[in-house]
């Protein structure tokens, strides 16, 4: 009769070759978790400015999408601005909130520092009484707090918002 199983010698390979396999194989895992990271914070992102867009030309009233705590990274908020002050008051209504995002490192340049409003023909455009206020353009980069490539969302004239790629020589500008 031939004798079943492994020998120490088969087991000891065996697990040779599966710790050769995870060590080549965790470090590409981690750096697409990190690419996902930043990928998922830039969607959600566009898809906020995007909602903001569309609710000022379906209400054809402003729309405000607030930086929390004048810092994107802090999360935002999307409201109807009834009275074109760029605050949330009690008579306006919330239509999004998020919650701080993580992992992820965010720089806006001032024209949307702070926040991104679009008046009801879908522009954007900078806070100020009736729809007047500059046209509101400018680019929010987000990219991996650790060294990696990352998302640039580049707010137009005519509010449209398109993402560009950031190398990583771009994202290591960030702070």
């Known amino acids: 009769m031939k004798p079943q199983g492994f020998t120490l010698i088969e087991l000891m390979i065996c697990l040779l070759v599966l710790a050769i396999i995870l060590a080549l194989g965790i470090p590409s895992f981690s750096e697409q978790f990190k690419n996902i990271q930043t990928k998922v914070a830039m969607h959600d992102l566009l898809r906020a400015i995007e909602s903001a867009r569309t609710l000022a030309v379906t209400s054809n009233k402003r729309t405000v999408l607030l930086a929390n705590q004048e810092d994107w ?6 409201f109807i601005d009834e009275n074109d002050d760029g605050e949330l008051n009690g008579e306006e209504t919330l ?3 998020k919650s701080a995002l993580t992992k992820v490192k965010i720089d806006a340049n001032t024209h949307v520092e702070k926040y991104v409003s679009f008046i009801g023909t879908g522009e954007g455009r900078k806070l100020g009484i009736n729809n007047t206020g500059a046209f509101q353009v400018g680019t929010i980069k ?3 707090y650790t060294e990696g490539s990352g998302y640039a969302l580049v707010l137009s004239r005519g ?8 190398t990583k ?5 960030i702070n």
């Open 73 to 78: 990274k802090q999360g935002w908020t999307l």
């Open 95 to 97: 239509k999004q909130e």
């Open 142 to 144: 987000i990219c991996p």
């Open 159 to 166: 509010g449209r918002t398109r993402v560009k790629t950031l």
């Open 169 to 173: 020589t771009e994202c290591d500008e």
